[in-house]
C-alpha cells in the first residue's frame, strides 16, 4: 500500500518487450509486463507493487526497474488482481495476498518460469512472503519492502497503523473530503489520482491477510529494506530476525518517500546481482 504523488515522467522507460495475458483458476486475466533483458544466466526477476498502485505506477519511479534492466536482467513485472490492467471484480472472495499468491504461482506456470527472484512492496511485499514460504523452491532470492513487525505479528500489513475497515470505507466514501485520519485520505487520494477502481481495491482490503505466515520456512536469501520513518515498517528487525536467511536494509523516507530513495534500488539490484 501506498499513497504518493502523481508519478512522475516515465520517458525514460523502454516500453515492455511483451504483455503477457494470463488467465487464472478462478477465471480472470492478470497482465505481466515483461523485458527480455541481455543477460544469459541471471534468474527472472518478478515485481509485485503494493496496494493501489500497478507496474507502471510503482517501479519506474524507484528506479529499480531501470536499475535491472541496465544490468541486463530479464524482468516481468505483474499487475495484480483489481490494480492496473488486470481484471477487477468488486466481489472480496476474490482478492486477498493468499489469491494473489497462486496468481504469482500460476503467472510462473504459464510463462514457464522455472526458479525467479522476486521483489514486493507493502501488499506485493505480503504476496512475495506467501509465495516463498508455500513454494520455496520457485525462489532464489527475495527482497521485500515497506513491511515490518506486522507481517510477523498480525500476519500481513500493519493494520495498527491503517486500519483495512477503515480504509475500505474511505474507498467506498461518496465524499472524500469526510476522511479525517491523514494515512487513509492519502490512499483515497492516490487511487483516485491514479485512476484506480475504487470498488475493487475496497474489495481487497475488505480482504486483506492476517494470518500466520510460515516465514521459518523461507530459504531464499531475503532483503528486508524499509522507510525510516515508515509507520507500516515499524520495527523491520522483527521481520528480518523471522525470516532465516534475512538482513535489512533502511533508507529514508515514509512509506512512499522510500520507493523514492536511491538508496531503495541500489540497494535491491545489489542484492540480486547474479
Known sequence: ?????EPGPQDDLRAPDHTHRVSTSDG?????????????????????HGFSASAFVEWPRTGLLQALLAAGRRV?????????????????????EVRMAAD?????????????????????????????STHPDRVHRLAVGGVGAGIVELGGVDTRALSSAELARALRAPDPSAITDPLVRGFREFAEATGNDLLALAAQADAVHAAPLALDRISAPTLVV??????????????AAAVPRARL?????????????????????????P
Open 226 to 239: 524499509a522507510g525510516d520513518a515508515d509507520p507500516l515498517a515499524e520495527r523491520p528487525e522483527v521481520l
Open 104 to 132: 504469482v504461482v500460476e503467472v510462473l506456470d504459464a510463462l514457464d518460469l522455472g526458479v525467479i527472484d522476486l521483489v514486493g512492496y507493502s501488499m506485493g511485499s505480503v504476496v512475495s512472503l506467501l509465495v516463498a
Open 28 to 48: 480472470l486475466t492478470l497482465v505481466v509486463h515483461a523485458w527480455d533483458g541481455s543477460g544469459a544466466a541471471a534468474h527472472p526477476v518478478v515485481l509485485h
Open 76 to 96: 516481468l513485472a505483474v499487475d495484480a488482481r483489481g490494480h492496473g490492467a488486470s481484471d477487477k471484480p468488486h466481489d472480496a472472495a476474490r482478492y486477498g
Open 249 to 273: 536494509q533502511r533508507v529514508h523516507g515514509d512509506h512512499a518517500e522510500a520507493l523514492s530513495d536511491p538508496g531503495f534500488a541500489h540497494a535491491i539490484a545489489e542484492f540480486l546481482a
Open 1 to 5: 500500500m501506498e499513497p504518493s504523488p
